[in-house]
Nanobody, 127 residues
């Protein structure tokens, strides 16, 4: 069983930056891609960004393009999300996820695609 552990959330003022990271407990599981999702109170979990593990190709939801960057570190077995120019509407619990399914990049935004999930880390952006 693969465990994903997020870290790095916190409180930041609007316009500030945060970096959240996710470490997988197993190095050699056959992940196809990893992603970040978020869930605000009273709302459904939504896609933020994904990265294809083999070549680092990325995919973002429109609302974070140009502000967030997803990256992977093969040596540390981690996926990171650098969040710049944060807005109050970015406030949510951020979840890391991994999928073993081979799909087109645009499909990586589907919550139901992912096999493994972390426990989440809170990101709060004050106005």
């Amino acid at each position: 069983q693969v465990q994903l552990v997020e870290s790095g959330g916190g409180l930041v003022q609007a316009g500030g930056s945060l970096r959240v990271s996710c470490e997988a407990s197993k190095r050699t599981f056959s992940r196809y891609a990893m992603g970040w999702f978020r869930q605000a109170p009273g709302k459904e979990r939504e896609f933020v960004a994904a990265i294809r593990w083999s070549d680092g190709r990325t995919y973002y939801t429109d609302s974070v393009k140009g502000r967030f960057t997803i990256s992977r570190d093969n040596a540390k077995n981690t996926v990171n999300l650098q969040m710049n120019n944060l807005k109050p509407e970015d406030t949510a619990v951020y979840y890391c996820a991994a999928t073993t399914k081979v799909v087109a990049m645009v499909v990586l935004g589907r919550v139901t695609l992912y096999d493994y999930w972390g426990q989440g880390t809170q990101v709060t952006v004050s106005s």
